[in-house]
């Protein structure tokens, strides 16, 4: 059922992102990018984002995963649309983010956030690390 599944999405060019963008889903990721751009059937491809990401630890190779989609999916010759339906936090906020205007959709509930832990030498003022805080209890008031 689930490989059932997964060919569907597939052949009509949508993708499900939930995880952390580690190098192997980043690899099958910009692979299936790359067979839907090739595709003859020029269809727009839609990538889903649901996820919290992950706390980054090794920032270089994170940061080098996030340039490698961008780059894909800004020399796509076919329309990428980025639909955010829950929560973006993290890189998968910023994969949000890429593609053109008009093409990046979120329901009204998303939630995006960039975790304040996760650069390196940067300071919060109080204040921020406030409203932080606020929003994550906003968003867990609304998921229950």
């Given at each position: 059922m689930t490989s059932s599944i997964a060919t569907y999405l597939l052949q009509n060019n949508v993708m499900y992102i939930t995880g952390d963008l580690n190098h192997s889903y980043t690899k099958l990721l910009i692979?299936?990018?790359?067979?839907?751009?090739?595709?003859?059937?020029?269809?727009?491809?839609?990538?889903?984002?649901?996820g919290k990401g992950s706390s980054i630890v090794n920032h270089l190779s994170t940061y080098d995963n996030l340039?490698?989609?961008?780059?894909?999916?800004?020399?796509?010759?076919?329309?990428?649309?980025?639909?955010?339906?829950?929560?973006?936090?993290?890189e998968l906020f910023i994969?949000?983010?890429?593609?053109?205007?008009?093409?990046?959709?979120?329901?009204?509930?998303?939630?995006?956030?960039?975790?304040?832990?996760?650069?390196?030498?940067?300071?919060?003022?109080a204040s921020d690390m406030g409203l932080y805080k606020s929003e994550i209890l906003r968003l867990n008031f609304c998921l229950v």
């Amino acid at each position: 059922m689930t490989s059932s599944i997964a060919t569907y999405l597939l052949q009509n060019n949508v993708m499900y992102i939930t995880g952390d963008l580690n190098h192997s889903y980043t690899k099958l990721l910009i692979s299936i990018l790359l067979y839907a751009n090739r595709n003859k059937v020029k269809k727009p491809i839609s990538i889903y984002i649901n996820g919290k990401g992950s706390s980054i630890v090794n920032h270089l190779s994170t940061y080098d995963n996030l340039i490698s989609i961008h780059d894909v999916i800004n020399n796509s010759k076919i329309p990428i649309f980025t639909h955010c339906t829950g929560v973006a936090l993290n890189e998968l906020f910023i994969v949000s983010s890429f593609g053109l205007k008009g093409y990046r959709v979120a329901l009204p509930s998303s939630f995006f956030a960039l975790d304040p832990f996760i650069c390196p030498g940067s300071r919060y003022s109080a204040s921020d690390m406030g409203l932080y805080k606020s929003e994550i209890l906003r968003l867990n008031f609304c998921l229950v």
